[in-house]
Nanobody, 122 residues
Framework: QVQLVESGGGLVQAGGSLRLSCAAS????????GAWFRQAPGKEREFVAA????????FYADSVKGRFTISRDNTKNTVNLQMNSLKVEDTAVYYC???????????????WGQGTQVTVSS
């Protein structure tokens, strides 16, 4: 079992930065893919970024590539998302997820955090 808790959301102006953190419990987390998804009001949950268990390979949605950076620290059981050059359209609830598959589909992830709100104002 893996439990995930996100932190770091908030309100920021367009062009600003935020750093999200996901703290995981459970020994098996270190062998899992760590990912971030987001869901805006009235929209489906969408993939943002993922990182392999070693941290050596990362994946990004085209909409955030070059602006967001995902990383993990297996000594602290955390997965982080550094978000720079934020846009109004990045406003959403951001969720941390984990599982063994390096998939961009939410349905392929069995472990989820409760979500943290990110609001970007113009």
């Amino acid at each position: 079992q893996v439990q995930l808790v996100e932190s770091g959301g908030g309100l920021v102006q367009a062009g600003g930065s935020l750093r999200l953190s996901c703290a995981a419990s459970g020994r098996t987390f270190r062998s899992y893919i760590g990912a971030w998804f987001r869901q805006a009001p009235g929209k489906e949950r969408e993939f943002v970024a993922a990182v392999t268990w070693s941290g050596g390979t990362t994946f990004y949605a085209d909409s955030v590539k070059g602006r967001f950076t995902i990383s993990r620290d297996n000594t602290k059981n955390t997965v982080n998302l550094q978000m720079n050059s934020l846009k109004v359209e990045d406003t959403a609830v951001y969720y941390c997820a984990a599982d063994r598959s390096s998939s961009t589909a939410p349905s392929d992830y069995n472990y989820w955090g409760q979500g943290t709100q990110v609001t970007v104002s113009s």
